[in-house]
């Protein structure tokens, strides 16, 4: 582990769930506080990580989310109910939030589940956030999502990047995908994060890593490519749909799967997007579910489709 990442819990997790990183406190009964709850299906689980690295005498006293998506916000509500924890979400959806308008958040039109929870304030960019011996900095960081935050402790060089960056490029950028600038938003979020020059990133998917340059520039080249082409990019965010759905059910009877698939407005939004490729959304399901199974990402056993 690097010394820099000295106080600090950090839970990998697979895809389903995004990684969460525990901020203990400074000792002397000082809270600690958890950054992204991960999914809703695998909300025990997170909160019995969290139960076991807290610290002789150290409580759960906040819940921040980086931002919405469900694999980052999906457990929220078993945290709170475990530990009392006040919970602080980025202010971009705050209202659709309050008033749970599953439409205006992401959740209705990638057709995934969560579970309601209820914020107890923001974190907003340029907010400090003191956790034990620790200050991090909010930084805003659209591109994969125009609300999502990433958090910089620049006495210890350490950046809670979420899905701003991977080890191996970033995650989907979801405006794209409706037809709204976003990879405009990623590099300069990339820009960003080579100013802070942090010494190690915690992502929000895989282990943390040192080689931020080298992170930084299969970043770009990743980018590069969806830039020069974005229906690449589109038909990229189309399979991970697929994929993340089953992700959530494990396996479904491929005629279940498909009449998700028709019934999720995102799909449809990218398939009319790329002139109705195959004539007919089911019919270009089919073809994706094909074409991820080829490649290892899922396996179809007759008439079933499972995760892989």
Request: overall charge negative.
């Amino acid at each position: 582990m690097s010394p820099a990442l000295e106080g600090l819990s950090v839970f990998e997790r697979g895809w389903l769930s995004s990684n969460n990183v525990l901020l203990h406190g400074g000792g002397d009964g000082e809270p600690a506080t958890l950054v992204d709850a991960s999914h809703c299906l695998h909300g025990e689980q997170t909160v019995a990580l969290v139960r076991h690295a807290l610290r002789r005498g150290e409580a759960l006293s906040a819940i921040v989310n980086t931002h919405l998506h469900s694999d980052h916000c999906g457990g929220n509500a078993a945290l709170q109910r475990a530990f009392g924890a006040c919970l602080s979400i980025p202010p971009g959806e705050a209202e659709a939030v309050s008033r749970w308008d599953e439409n205006a958040l992401s959740y209705r039109a990638t057709g995934q589940r969560i579970e309601r929870f209820v914020p107890d304030a923001l974190l907003r960019p340029g907010d400090a956030l003191p956790v034990g011996r620790r200050t991090w900095q909010a930084f805003a960081a659209p591109g994969h999502d125009p609300h999502s935050l990433i958090l910089f402790d620049a006495q210890h060089g350490v950046l809670i990047s979420a899905d701003a960056l991977w080890a191996n490029g970033f995650g989907v950028v979801f405006p794209e995908l409706d037809g709204e600038s976003g990879f405009d938003d990623v590099a300069a979020v990339l820009d960003l994060i080579e100013r802070l020059s942090p010494s190690v990133v915690i992502p929000g998917h895989g282990p943390p890593f040192t080689d931020v340059a080298d992170a930084l520039q299969r970043a770009r080249s990743r980018l590069a490519g969806f830039v020069a082409d974005p229906s690449r990019h589109a038909r990229h965010g189309a399979k991970v749909l697929l994929k993340y759905h089953l992700l959530e059910e494990r396996q479904q009877p491929l005629p279940a799967l498909l009449a998700w698939w028709q019934t999720t407005p995102l799909a449809r939004r990218v398939w009319q997007r790329l002139n109705r490729p195959d004539g007919d959304l089911a019919s270009w399901g089919r073809r994706l579910v094909g074409e991820l199974a080829d490649s290892g990402a899922l396996r179809i056993d007759r008439s079933t489709v499972l995760d892989r």
